[in-house]
């Protein structure tokens, strides 16, 4: 294979170079479903597809060092971010929301973790009426696009697929907080689960989660899996059009129904006002993203018909579920200050001393800090086997049936060798001698949802995005049993000799003061402060019906139209309790093939 800089620049055009031609497929945004998509549909050389993407290609050396391609805080890593709208059963706070608008999108800036989700909730969207997407029916396409490179061969796990993971192993990691986690996990009664992947995996327990990450210790997106240099460039049939925006779709009547004939678009330098435009033989299909897809959906006349007049487009149908019912794990960052020796914190205050030894390490070896993901293992639980207190857990015992149940984990506890407070000014407490580790404890089922509308008509202006945090009070308890068990963990790992110092973000005395008034206020304004999104967003455009506030079918085709399809996290009839980039991938093969069987 010839290698960078000696190899041929990869294939990527320019909007004008696209302007006025007519392709089979147009696939709007290439980040994560996007690049899975447009891969598998320019396997038939027969059909024409154009990919669609907002941001560029960016695909250099330091873009693939899994620690520096994480910082969500660095624009250089394709990462853009804009503020949500005030959360108003949190006093009003107002966060940030993040995502990938680069070749390859979130999975370039993510945590790299590798999770399906337990088979009991593909088993509740097939009992929902998608038979389609039950576990047998996508377990498949888990394995198609998967190569697991440390597991042995199970028939649950691909070895064969573009799409390469690795679990990082306990000798491997860097930092004690991860081992004294899990030795308190252990010690607690949850059992060690190596294969989270596995269907006979116990519901709750400390898992090893995997890692798109390669044998050379590289970060591994969809771009490269699937959308690599040497597949590109061989495939005339496939054209890949970047830093381009994709203003609204035009629709033309057939049959009763509309249909897409048009994609127009512009360069993403919102200062160019020249508009392009691109013929569309036989599909569209909105590869956006969560916050992208809804808003493109919006501006084409698709959505809810209020809120389409208000902002004076003309409705092409009238869709109320576009953009609401937002889902999302929320969690609150329970953080420690802790020896700088401990965190990651301190290649950040020593970087000479820290940081520059270990980039040489990387680059020698592939070792050290800057190899691995942020992430290690998860505690998965049950808030319902926990007592009020935090004191005591029930366990469910064997429950590896897959069958929907009250026993299926609604809790994930991720322990971090960093703050995860989502305040950029806080990360690492940077400025302190001392470090920080944390827990973030996850609730990764909440009653609370939220929504997606536009702000303008204005391609350019980010929608308007309410999170809904804590709009649903039950919330709370939940959230309230996460962090006692959470905190009972951490007494654990302080016993057994891990320097765990104050508690920033439920300090002693807010503890101590909830204990002396038999109340948790202290706790819940805590709560109101600190919670914060863990980026695993879905269910914007989610597969239903009309009435049950809908907007595509069990193929993704959009209700009423004729030739649109939406293929992301979007689409999610409920929310999962795993990191999202897997089922995503998932959601893209499987859409692939629905096409495909329609040609």
């Known amino acids: 294979m010839t290698m960078w800089p000696f190899r041929t620049k990869y294939p990527e055009h320019k909007p004008e170079e696209v302007n006025g031609k007519e392709y089979d497929f147009v696939v709007v945004g290439g980040g994560t479903a996007g690049c899975v998509l447009a891969s598998r549909l320019s ?34 890593t394709g990462a853009v971010s804009w503020d949500c709208e005030p959360l108003k059963y949190c006093d009003d706070r107002v966060t940030q929301l993040y995502c990938g608008e680069v070749m390859g999108g979130t999975s370039r800036i993510n945590g790299m973790v590798y999770t399906r989700g337990n088979p ?28 697991h490179v440390h597991q042995y061969w199970q028939k649950w796990r691909g070895i064969s697929g573009p799409w390469i993971n690795k679990s990082i192993v306990y000798a491997e990691w860097v930092f004690n907080a991860f081992r004294a986690f899990l030795d308190a996990a252990t010690a607690n ?6 294969d989270g992947s596995s269907p006979k995996a116990p519901n709750e327990g400390v898992v090893v989660v995997d890692s798109t990450i390669n044998k050379r210790s590289e970060r591994v997106s969809t771009l490269q899996a699937f959308l690599p240099h040497d597949v590109v460039s061989k495939r005339s049939n496939l054209t890949i059009c ?112 820290k940081a520059l030894p270990e980039m040489v390490k990387y680059i ?67 400025d302190q001698r001392l470090g920080t580790v944390s827990i973030l404890a996850t609730y990764l089922v909440p009653e609370s949802s939220g929504s997606i509308r536009l702000s303008s008509t204005n391609l350019f202006d980010r929608p308007k995005v309410d999170f809904g945090f804590l709009s649903n009070p039950a919330d709370y308890i939940v959230l309230r049993k996460a962090i006692r068990l959470s905190l009972k963990l951490a007494e654990i790992m302080k016993a057994s000799g891990f320097p765990l110092l104050n508690n920033i973000t439920y300090p002693e005395a807010s503890q ?40 595509v079918d069990e193929e993704l085709k959009v209700h009423g139209v004729t030739g649109l399809r939406i ?33």
């Open 242 to 353: 970047t830093k381009a925006v994709v203003s609204r779709l035009t629709f033309v009547m057939e049959d009763g129904r509309p249909r897409p004939d048009e994609v127009l678009l512009r360069h993403s330098d919102s200062k160019s006002e020249v508009v392009y435009s691109v013929k569309v033989k036989k599909e569209v299909i909105v590869c956006s993203g969560t916050f992208g897809s809804p808003p493109l959906l919006m501006r084409s006349g698709i959505g809810p018909r209020k809120h389409l007049e208000e902002h004076k487009i003309v409705v092409v149908r009238d869709l109320e579920g576009v953009g609401f019912n937002l889902k999302d794990h929320h969690g609150f960052p329970l953080v420690w200050e802790t020896p700088l020796n401990e965190s990651l914190s301190e290649a950040m205050v020593h970087p000479f001393k």
């Open 512 to 551: 101590q003061k909830d204990a002396e008034n038999g109340n948790d206020d202290e706790l819940d304004r805590l709560i109101r402060q600190y919670i914060r999104s863990v980026f695993h967003w879905s269910c914007t455009c989610k597969m239903g019906s009309e009435d049950d506030l809908g907007v």
């Open 364 to 430: 020698l070896h592939g070792t050290g800090i800057f190899s691995m993901p942020s992430q290690h293992i998860a505690l998965f639980a049950r808030s319902r086997a926990i007592s009020d207190d935090g004191s005591e857990y029930k366990f469910a015992g064997d429950n590896t049936n897959a069958e929907p149940s009250d026993n299926l984990p609604d809790l994930e506890l991720i322990p971090a060798a960093i703050s995860t407070i989502d305040k950029p000014g806080e990360q690492g407490r940077s």
């Open 567 to 599: 293929c992301d996290a979007s689409i999610f009839p409920k929310g999962l309790s795993a990191h999202l980039q897997a089922p995503v991938v998932m959601v893209a093969e499987r859409c692939a093939d629905f096409i495909k069987s329609g040609m």
């Open 189 to 194: 009664g949850f059992p060690l689960v190596l």
């Open 43 to 76: 396997e038939d050389p027969k059909v024409s597809v154009l990919l669609i993407e907002r941001g560029p290609l960016n695909d250099s050396w330091m873009s693939r060092i899994p620690l520096l391609s994480t910082d969500i805080f660095n624009p250089s």
């Open 120 to 147: 009991a909730e593909y088993e509740a969207w097939a009992a929902l009426g998608y038979p389609n997407w039950s576990y047998e029916k996508v377990l498949p396409y888990f394995i198609k696009s998967e190569k």
